[in-house]
């Protein structure tokens, strides 16, 4: 008998946080349940057509760093001097090659420059200046910094700044121009919120990937878990694939994608068990709130987040478009 051919399947998120039904205007609701879904289905377009997995993470992230209402890319939140500084990172299950980069300013797609560093490069994380000029130098599309604003994020820098007593820095340049009509509807999650993506192709190889403007009024150089292979990315064919959205902090000190993944491979839990016995048991316990979502080489899909909502959709061969936000819904 001929083996079943893997099925494939794909799963995105907006990010975690306060999400409560109340806070959402319903066309603010429809415009991110649209947001999520149109990134799921360019993902699903590359699955479809028999493409791997890691074109279809890198489509439905690109979909949402183009889109205004997620803190990635174009929308990004602010770090305290009133840039956008950008994270992402990209993993490969097959091969397990990895791609990252952190604090970048000027790439279009951040997930893009994460993935040439995964295929151009001798190396898995870039940060900074140095990213930026291995961006420019791989002919990845530049932009001005002011092409990542939107007023929603600016004014919520501007509060948090309040609270903490700093000062209001200037307003990048190009600013008012870029503002524009959907990002009129950006929900503000409690300072943050990640892009990602993760899927498993027809031919049983898994990838994820994820993108983030980081925390609003970050400072120091703040880096997040999302950049970080292991912590907000992980994918390998043995086990699973991971993206998490949430306080990076938290999910930096217990590594959990690897975690997740680990769980399946070593101890042989279940896809949704293993999610939810590191989200809702080990982040909880140490008071790390977010969320992650998953796949399996055979198809299986999960997600687990312990806030009030994350925007997320899934969708598999054979299986409907699944779009959520609150904790009430399947
Ligand atoms: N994980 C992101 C960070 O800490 C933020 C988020 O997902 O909400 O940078």
């Known amino acids: 008998m001929a083996e079943a051919r893997p099925k494939w399947a794909l799963v995105v998120h907006g990010g975690a946080g306060v999400i409560a039904r109340s806070d959402l205007k319903p066309e603010q609701e429809a415009a991110y349940r649209q947001g999520v879904a149109e990134a799921a289905e360019a993902g699903a377009a590359v ?18 760093e183009e889109n205004p209402l997620f803190n990635a890319g174009r929308g990004a939140v602010f770090t305290a001097e009133g840039r956008n500084e950008l994270d992402a990172s990209i993993m490969e299950g097959r091969s397990l090659k990895a791609g990252a980069v952190a604090g970048v300013t000027r790439t279009r797609s951040p997930i893009g420059l994460a993935r040439r560093v995964m295929e151009r490069s001798a190396h898995v994380f ?36 309040g ?10 340049p190009g600013a008012a121009e870029a503002a524009n009509e959907a990002a009129a509807l950006a929900h503000d999650e409690g300072k943050r919120g990640t892009v990602g993506a993760v899927a498993v192709d027809t031919r049983g190889d898994v990838a994820a990937a994820t993108s983030t403007g980081g925390t609003t009024a970050k400072r120091w150089g703040r880096v997040g878990d999302s950049p970080i292979i292991g912590a907000g990315t992980y994918a390998s064919n043995r086990s699973c694939a991971v993206s998490a ?25 279940g896809l949704q068990a293993a999610a939810d016995q590191v989200v809702q048991k080990d982040l909880t316990a140490i008071d790390g709130d977010g969320g992650v979502i998953a796949v399996a080489p055979d198809g299986d899909m999960a997600w687990s987040y312990n806030t009030s909502g994350m925007y997320r959709a899934r969708i598999g061969e054979g299986q409907p478009l699944v779009v959520g936000i609150y904790k009430d819904e399947p």
């Open 245 to 269: 959205t949430g306080t990076g902090e938290y999910f930096i000190r217990l590594t959990v994608a690897r975690e997740i993944c680990a769980l399946v491979e070593h101890k042989g839990m």
């Open 163 to 172: 609270k903490q007593g700093l000062p209001i820095p200037p307003r990048p």
């Open 47 to 64: 699955l479809r057509g028999g493409g791997t997995a890691v074109d279809a993470v890198e489509a439905a992230v690109r979909r949402l």
């Open 126 to 161: 870039l940060i900074g200046d140095g990213a930026d000029a291995f961006s420019k130098a791989q002919g990845l599309e530049q932009v001005e910094p002011g092409w990542f604003f939107t007023e929603g994020r600016w004014k919520a820098l501007e509060r948090e700044l």
